[in-house]
């Protein structure tokens, strides 16, 4: 997939694929996927073709007599507990006092450390806490969508997730010898690879990920979960880099110019 083909989305359409859409351009318009794309009697492009906003779920896409539907969710390596990950707490904690600022003619600067600590046992946990929180909701989506009648008992249908790793600056293993850290990718974590195989409503995900200036969008589809295995990692045997995160924002005065 690419974004030459992507690129005939509408993106006045969703909110989700225009999130997908800044993915695509982040990482050159390459989605990377072992097998191919196919679900029902479309792609996963067709279908976003068609894509709409929806609420519980987050959206959905009709081709004939089949529907898509994708939800999306966040998660990062940071600790997480009811009011969201840490990292978030820390960004708001920080937004909230530079507002506070005033700005003047020459400009002032904040800058602070996110006060935070990245682990592999937060990032797989998050992940998969999220994960299970949306797939215990599946029943609801497909109920709330009778509900409105867009779909009936007759109509195919198929279910995925859209997964981003929020976490800032991205998550990197630390190998063992001396080889250089790799990042690490959701699909590749045999943790999630596990979850995504024994959870039979679910039929695809798409999981979008970034390390320094790197971004990279993942599909895959249940029918090829096997591919996948042969690239995995068992997260609880690796160790990725615990960075700190820095925040600089900047105000200046613009004085408004007569007409």
């Known amino acids: 997939m690419s974004l030459f083909v992507l690129s005939l989305i509408s ?3 969703s909110k989700l694929v225009n999130k997908m859409l800044t993915w695509l351009q ?4 390459d989605v990377q996927f072992f097998g191919n ?16 906003d929806f609420e519980c779920p987050d959206s959905y896409s009709l081709i004939n007599n089949s529907i898509c539907i994708i939800e999306h969710f966040e998660f990062d390596s940071t600790v997480a507990n009811r009011k969201g990950s840490k990292s978030r707490t820390e960004l708001s904690k920080i937004n909230s006092s530079f507002k506070k600022l005033k700005a003047t003619e020459k400009g002032i600067v904040n800058h602070d450390i996110l006060d935070v600590q990245y682990s592999a ?9 999220n994960f299970d929180n949306h797939y215990l909701k599946i029943d609801s989506y497909i109920q709330n969508l009778r509900n409105y009648k867009i779909l009936n008992n007759d109509t195919k249908i198929a279910i995925g997730f859209f997964i981003e790793d929020a976490t800032i600056l991205g998550n990197l293993c630390i190998p063992e010898d001396w080889q250089p850290p ?3 990718i959701l699909v590749h974590c045999k943790q999630f690879l596990d979850k995504f195989e024994e959870c039979s409503k679910l039929d695809f995900c798409f999981c979008a990920s970034s390390y320094g200036q790197h971004s990279c969008l993942w599909f895959i589809n249940k029918e090829f979960i096997s591919e996948y295995r042969k690239h995995q990692i068992d997260v609880d045997k690796i160790k990725i880099a615990d960075l ?11 004085p408004n110019e007569p007409l």
């Open 11 to 13: 993106m006045e359409n």
């Open 26 to 29: 982040e990482c050159d318009g």
């Open 37 to 52: 794309t196919s679900i029902h009697d479309a792609t996963i492009v067709e279908y976003l073709a068609n894509i709409r």
């Open 121 to 129: 046992k937060n990032y797989i946990d998050n992940a998969l806490q």
């Open 182 to 184: 790799k990042p690490l």
């Open 244 to 254: 700190s995160p820095r925040v600089m924002e900047f105000k200046k005065i613009i």
